[in-house]
Each structure stands twice: as structure tokens, then as C-alpha cells.
């Protein structure tokens, strides 16, 4: 877990209409692994990858979402 401030807080900072942060994509890595959590953060992130991750899965994922952003932008 990370200190200080959780992932949803960070997601709303860096979501923030003032945010110059606000169109980079956002891959919840969580230890916290349930239905609701999962359900949420693939609602609001563009993926919800669950620890323990395989690191291939993780390069899937992140691949799935430039191409995705890549494709938005055409």
C-alpha cells in the first residue's frame, strides 16, 4: 500500500480539470484484491491489474492502452 495517499486520491489529482496530467492513461497495479475494488478501478482506470501481476501481462496491458490512446487520437 502506498504512504500517505491511496490510488483513488491519486487518480483524482491527476484527473483534475486543472491537472496538466489529466489524458495520461491510468493502470491501477493494486494489492487490493475484491469484486468492488476490481469493478471500480476497471471503471475508472483503463485496466485493474491485481498483485501478484506476471510482468508480461502488466506489458500486455500497458501496450493495449497506448494503442488504444494511439487510435483515440487519429
Not at 504512504?3 to 489524458?23: C, I, Q, R
Not at 497495479?29 to 485493474?48: H, I, Q, S
Not at 498483485?51 to 500486455?60: A, E, R, S, V, W
Amino acid at each position: 500500500m502506498m504512504p500517505g495517499m491511496d490510488g483513488w486520491k491519486v487518480h483524482d489529482k491527476l484527473k483534475a480539470k486543472e491537472s496538466p496530467y489529466n489524458d495520461i492513461p491510468i493502470i491501477f497495479l493494486t494489492a487490493a484484491n475484491n469484486e468492488d475494488y476490481r469493478e471500480v478501478g476497471t471503471w475508472f482506470g483503463e485496466d485493474y491489474i491485481e498483485k501478484p501481476f506476471d510482468i508480461m501481462d502488466l506489458k500486455k496491458s500497458i501496450d493495449r492502452v497506448l494503442e488504444r490512446k494511439n487510435e483515440k487520437k487519429k
